[in-house]
């Protein structure tokens, strides 16, 4: 008697990467259906709203690889577990990531559960990541190709959410990607990446939270305190922003350009120094509140690894330490650049991320 087939429900989100990987699938004998989920609402006739192409998209790709496709609605799962969140954390003043608080409630928990109760054994994503198992224990790894690596945007999953997923891309190249949606004869083998926030899409960023958090103009200042622009609202500024100021050169200082260095969001006002390379742009030192650990955390401490505070940055050598509140205090062996609160500072060993958390603020250290 034939062994019993695993059953293995993927994420189509009418991308190449989540098609390619359900044909990657049922090439190494998985039963495989698909599951299309729509997580906002909002008229499809807007322009940048695509949710009715991705859905047709994804239909003509089941179509050709001969699987069902399921169609799920977790609008309000969304709203209340991401984006709600992703408005706190703006009106605090922070910079959130939505697609890591997205890939923890939405894609690897409404949708793994909606799967598991359809009677799937795994899920799968396009990720372009990998998980090892060990003796019933599970490693999140990077993806093999560098410039898509995706395990900075899933430090925050569980052991069992590893144990119930799949990333079959997670040892592919993504032109490697594109040549087989090619081959296969995917309509959507040239379409572009999505970029944006998660679920949400592409579109003017300012717009769009605006709609939410209705603009308060005030002063741009400089370090030394003197008012040299307007701004539309602090909170929609990031740490280390250049774009969008409104400010050209100042009497005296020439054309170099302004980054904002500090956002004070009881006083609506922005801080700006000038010059990419100005000190004030930089820390040694960050604290994070809550850090999750993949696997099992550390037993000693200070505890050695490497980290970084942004997607695509380099890995950087680190130091974490408990302080008395037993909140994780990070040390950069160098200095880093406009290290953002609300984003995610994310911790490896080699290619095993060892998970992450919500920067608190940063700081320097005297010598």
């Not at 703006?90 to 009677?119: H, M, Q, V, W």
């Not at 993949?294 to 505890?303: A, E, G, L, S, V």
Request: net charge neutral; proline share 3%.
């Amino acid at each position: 008697m034939a062994p019993k087939r695993e059953f293995v429900i993927i994420g189509m989100s009418g991308g190449v990467d989540s098609s390619v990987a359900a044909r990657l699938l049922l090439e190494q004998g998985y039963k495989v259906e698909g599951l299309f989920m729509k997580n906002w609402e909002e008229s499809d006739d807007v322009a940048y709203c695509t949710a009715q192409q991705d859905l047709e998209d994804a239909a003509q790709v089941c179509q050709e690889l001969e699987i069902p496709l399921h169609s799920v609605n977790f609008a309000k799962q969304y709203w209340d577990r991401v984006f709600s969140d992703f408005l706190r954390e703006y009106r605090a003043g922070r910079t959130p990531n939505p697609d890591i608080i997205c890939n923890k409630e939405i894609k690897f928990s409404a949708f793994l559960n909606y799967a598991l109760k359809l009677g799937a054994d795994k899920i799968a994503t396009g990720h372009y990541a990998r998980i090892q198992e060990n003796n019933g224990s599970y490693n999140l790894q990077k993806g093999t190709d560098c410039n898509k690596d995706q395990s900075y945007f899933l430090h925050q999953l569980s052991q069992q959410e590893l144990k119930h997923s799949l990333f079959p891309l997670g040892s592919i190249e993504k032109s490697s990607v594109r040549a087989i949606a090619t081959e296969c004869g995917f309509d959507n083998h040239e379409k572009k990446d999505s970029t944006g926030i998660c679920f949400i899409g592409e579109r003017k960023f300012r717009d769009f939270l605006s709609k939410y958090l209705p603009a308060t103009h005030g002063d741009i200042k400089t370090l030394d305190g003197e008012i040299i622009g307007k701004h539309q609202g602090a909170a929609y500024y990031t740490i280390g922003q250049r774009q969008g100021l409104g400010i050209g050169g100042v009497k005296n200082a020439g054309e170099t350009p302004w980054y904002v260095v500090e956002k004070n969001i009881k006083n609506n006002v922005l801080t700006v120094v000038q010059g990419d390379n100005h000190p004030a742009l930089y820390n040694t030192h960050l604290s994070s509140k809550h850090i999750h650990w993949i696997n099992t955390p550390p037993t000693k401490w200070p505890y050695k690894c490497k980290a970084k505070i942004r997607y695509r940055q380099e890995d950087q050598d680190c130091t974490i330490s408990l302080d008395s509140q037993q909140h994780s205090v990070i040390q950069f062996n160098k200095s880093q650049r406009a290290v953002s609160p609300g984003q995610s500072v994310v911790f490896y060993q080699n290619d095993i991320c060892l998970g992450g958390g919500i920067i608190e603020h940063a700081f320097n250290l005297d010598a």
